[in-house]
């Protein structure tokens, strides 16, 4: 059953997923991912959460320009997360090919690994095309090694001066994976000085179950604590968030008039302010997991 329009877990999670079926644990083909893609507006009980209908390497990019949409997808447009997974040269002719293809094909964010020292670099090379296009440029630094506080807060003064407004992207899980203190930290310094953000890794379920799932953090708890964090910035701190991206308890959590964990709230209106404020997706291999996990933790919501 879908939620109320106005209870604040559909505004949290509504656009909140870019479906990435075809990467780890999923790994489904392209044409099951597609396939898989297009069922979700008859087989989700909330098929509002799903943000991009799918995200493509760039070689699945070129791919797409031979398929017949309308055999996938009655959308339009048709959304794509794109990785940047080959050259610049490569990846921009690629996603000016999916701009100009019928029936429309909107990107939704152009992704990039980089690292702090080529952060400038990776602007000039595709800050200019996603700029005019409207496009969300997200850059995803390295912070799994020791000296990740230098690269994040080096990373995080170079996307705060740029005009174009790129996001920080962050890893969870892999051999890149990120741990949930240094994410809060992330999620702090993207906060503080209005950087947009995406996540990805493990993130298909919602709280931590460890009996259950072996993932680190929940998708619920990583989308909570962006935003009240978003809205109450020095009244949370860090190791708030931490225990917010780490919570196992579905009680924990209030929805309804406002949003809240525990002795932590924001109401719908700040939600929603706290929601437009900046670009957040999650990029996640299933949706269905998502959407059948919500209905068994939070029946009556």
């Known amino acids: 059953m879908a939620l109320h329009p106005d209870d604040s877990l559909r505004v949290l999670l509504t656009n909140i997923f870019d479906y990435a079926g075809m990467f780890p644990p999923a790994s489904r083909s392209f044409e099951a ?4 893609s297009s069922s979700f507006p008859t087989t989700l009980s909330r098929p509002w959460m799903v943000s991009s209908d799918i995200v493509l390497d760039t070689e699945h990019a070129h791919k797409l320009l031979g398929v017949n949409l309308g055999m996938y ?3 339009t447009p048709f959304r794509v997360c794109l990785l940047a997974t080959e050259d610049p040269d490569r990846v921009l002719h690629e996603a000016t090919s999916l701009l100009r293809k019928e029936p429309k094909i909107e990107i939704t964010s152009l992704e990039v690994k980089t690292s702090p020292e080529l952060v400038e670099e990776t602007l000039e090379q595709y800050g200019s095309f996603t700029s005019s296009h409207g496009i969300p440029l997200c850059l995803e630094p390295n912070l799994s090694h020791k000296e990740w506080r230098e690269a994040l807060h080096t990373t995080i003064d170079k996307l705060r001066i740029s005009p174009i407004r790129p996001a920080l992207k962050c890893r969870l899980t892999g051999p890149t994976g990120i741990s949930s203190d240094r994410f809060a930290a992330a999620i702090t310094a993207a906060n503080e000085h209005g950087i947009p953000l995406k996540v990805t890794g493990g993130l298909h379920h919602p709280i931590v179950e460890p009996d259950r799932y072996p993932f680190p953090m929940g998708f619920l708890n990583v989308s909570v604590a962006v935003m009240l964090h978003r809205h109450l910035r020095d009244q949370i701190s860090a190791a708030a968030i ?4 780490t919570n196992q308890e579905p009680k924990a959590f209030t929805f309804g008039e406002v949003l809240g964990y525990r002795d932590l709230s924001i ?5 929603r302010a706290a929601k437009t404020k900046s670009h957040f997706t999650i990029g996640s291999c299933s949706i269905h997991e998502p959407d059948g996990d919500l209905s068994r933790l939070f029946p009556t919501a």
């Open 33 to 36: 991912a597609l396939l898989e």
């Open 73 to 75: 997808s009655a959308r």
């Open 242 to 245: 931490e225990k917010i991206l």
């Open 267 to 271: 109401s719908l209106s700040d939600l």
